[in-house]
C-alpha cells in the first residue's frame, strides 16, 4: 500500500515535471518567436527605407537624395584651407560689367575623364537657396555637370563656400562629376578667398535642412539686397554652358531633375543620331508631388499623372511654357525602352520654353533679360528663326518637384516680368535683322489696307 502511494506520488510529480519542461519549452519558443519576428520586422523596415530612398523619396517634403553619402554624421575639425581654388580678382566680366565671372572655380574630381566618356554635359546654374537640389541631379546625371553659382558679398560667398564643402564631403556624385563656376555682382565683390572653418557633425543625410541652417545666418541687409535686385539667370546658363568640354550640351535649372539612367541612355542616341547641326532634342519635364518617390521609368511617371500626381511643367502655371512638346504624343509612345525621337515639334509657338540638348553653337541667352521673363523663350526663340528642329525624346524626362499653383508664385515675378518686356521689342528687331526671316510674325504685320508694316 505504502510502496503503491509513494509509486503514485512519484508518478504524479514526474507529470508535473514534464509539465512545466513542456510549458518552459513553449515559453522558450515564444520568447524565441518574438525576438525573430521583431529582428525581421527592423530588417524589412530598413529594407523599406533604403529602397525608398534609393527611389528618391522620403516623408519629409523633399524626397531624399537616391545613393548613399560616403560620410554619414562625421566629425571633422578646424579647416582653413579656402574651398575655391582660384584668385577671385583674375575673373572675366560680362559685356556690361555688371558681374565678375570665375571659370572653373572647383573642379570635380572626375570632371575631365567624364567629358571625354561622354557626349553630353549637363550645364545648369542656381543660387545658394535651391543648391541642395544639385545632390539629386548628380546622382541621376553620370555624364559631367557645369554649374554655374551665384553669390553676393562675402557673407553669401562665405555660406556658399561652406555649403559647396559639405556637398563635396558628403556625395560623391558632387564631389566627382561637377566642375563649378562662380558669378559675383560688381558692387558686392568679395574680398579675398576666405578659408572654411568646419568643425561638429554633418548630417549628410538631409542636404536641404543642412542647407536652412546656413541659411538662418543670413543678414536682414543682405536678404533686402536680393529682394530688390534681379537674379542674373541668363548669364549663369551662358557661363555653365560655355564651360562644359563636351560637343553637346544639356542646359537645365538646378532643380529640375533627370531620369535615372539618362546620361548613358543619350550617349548611345547620340552614337546614331544622323542628324549633324541644326537639331536640338526636347526631354519632357512633368511636376510631380513631394509626397511619392521619384519615378523609375515613364511607366511609372503615366501612372503618377492618372493618379494625379504628376503633370506636365507648368501646365497650370502658364501652359504655354511646355505645351508644344505635346505630352499626349509622348505619353501614348511606349514603343521602346532605349532612346529615341518620340515626334518632331510642329506647333511652335514664341513662349515655349524646353529643356533641350543641342550642339554647343546654338545662340547664347540674351544678358539684357535679367530676372524672370523672357530668359528661355527669347533664346529658344531665336534657335527656331535660325532653322533649328525641335525633337521630342523618349522614354527619358526630367522632374519638378511639387505641383505649382498660380497663387504660390511672389509679386515680384512680375514686376521683373514688365521690366524685362520692355527690352523684347528691340530684341526681336535684332534677331529679324540677323536672320531676315520673321516665321512667327513678331515684327512684320499687315495694316488694314493690306500693307506689309513693322510692328
Keep these: ?6 509509486k503514485k506520488g512519484y508518478q504524479r510529480r514526474m507529470s508535473l515535471k514534464s509539465l512545466l519542461q513542456v510549458g518552459c519549452r513553449i515559453w522558450n519558443f515564444g520568447v524565441v518567436s518574438v525576438l525573430v519576428l521583431t529582428v525581421c520586422n527592423i530588417l524589412l523596415m530598413l529594407k523599406l527605407l533604403h529602397i525608398e530612398r534609393s527611389d528618391g523619396g522620403q516623408a519629409g517634403p523633399r524626397p531624399v ?12 575639425p578646424h579647416n582653413i584651407t579656402p574651398v575655391f581654388e582660384m584668385n577671385i580678382h583674375l575673373g572675366h566680366w560680362d559685356n556690361r560689367r555688371l558681374l565678375k565671372m570665375i571659370d572653373h572655380a572647383l573642379v570635380g574630381t572626375l570632371f575631365d575623364e567624364l567629358s571625354k566618356r561622354y557626349s553630353v554635359c549637363l550645364a545648369t546654374q542656381s543660387s545658394l537657396e535651391k543648391l541642395h537640389s544639385l545632390v539629386q541631379v548628380a546622382n541621376h546625371w553620370r555624364g559631367p555637370i557645369s554649374a554655374a553659382l551665384f553669390a553676393a558679398g562675402d557673407e553669401e560667398f562665405g555660406l556658399l563656400q561652406g555649403y559647396i564643402d559639405y556637398l563635396r564631403h558628403c556625395y560623391p556624385a558632387v ?8 558669378a559675383f555682382p560688381w558692387d558686392r565683390l568679395p574680398s579675398k578667398n576666405q578659408p572654411v572653418k568646419r568643425e561638429g557633425k554633418l548630417d549628410c543625410l538631409h542636404p536641404e535642412g543642412f542647407l536652412h541652417q546656413l541659411l538662418k545666418h543670413r543678414s536682414s541687409e543682405l536678404l533686402r539686397w536680393r529682394q530688390k535686385n534681379p537674379y542674373p539667370q541668363n548669364h549663369l546658363r551662358n557661363l555653365a554652358r560655355k564651360n562644359c568640354q563636351t560637343s553637346r550640351v544639356f542646359l537645365t535649372d538646378v532643380d529640375i531633375i533627370p531620369s535615372l539612367g539618362m546620361a548613358d541612355g543619350l550617349e548611345v542616341f547620340i552614337k546614331s543620331d544622323s542628324c549633324t547641326s541644326l537639331c536640338a532634342y526636347v526631354i519632357p519635364t512633368y511636376e510631380v508631388d513631394e509626397r511619392v518617390p521619384f519615378p523609375k521609368n515613364k511607366s511609372e511617371l503615366i501612372r503618377l499623372k492618372g493618379r494625379g500626381l504628376a503633370r506636365p511643367f507648368h501646365h497650370k502655371v502658364f501652359i504655354y511654357n511646355q505645351y508644344a512638346t505635346n505630352f499626349s504624343r509622348w505619353e501614348q509612345d511606349q514603343s521602346r525602352n532605349q532612346v529615341h525621337i518620340s515626334h518632331g515639334v510642329t506647333n511652335f509657338e514664341f513662349l515655349y520654353e524646353p529643356f533641350y540638348i543641342a550642339h554647343d553653337n546654338v545662340p547664347p541667352h540674351d544678358e539684357r533679360f535679367i530676372g524672370y521673363g523672357f530668359t528661355r523663350n527669347t533664346q529658344v526663340y531665336e534657335m527656331f528663326v535660325a532653322g533649328y528642329q525641335f525633337f521630342v525624346l523618349s522614354p527619358v524626362f526630367t ?8 497663387k504660390g508664385r511672389p509679386s515680384w515675378r512680375e514686376r521683373q516680368n514688365a521690366n524685362n518686356r520692355k527690352f523684347f521689342e528691340q530684341f526681336k528687331r535684332e534677331v529679324f535683322t540677323r536672320y531676315h526671316k520673321d516665321p512667327l510674325h513678331m515684327v512684320l504685320h499687315h495694316t488694314k489696307d493690306g500693307q506689309t508694316a513693322k510692328s
Design 1 to 6: 500500500m505504502i510502496n503503491c502511494f509513494m
Design 65 to 76: 537624395p537616391p545613393l548613399p553619402p560616403v560620410i554619414m554624421d562625421a566629425f571633422f
Design 175 to 182: 564631389r566627382d562629376r561637377v566642375s563649378f563656376h562662380l
Design 399 to 406: 522632374v519638378h518637384w511639387g505641383l505649382q499653383h498660380r
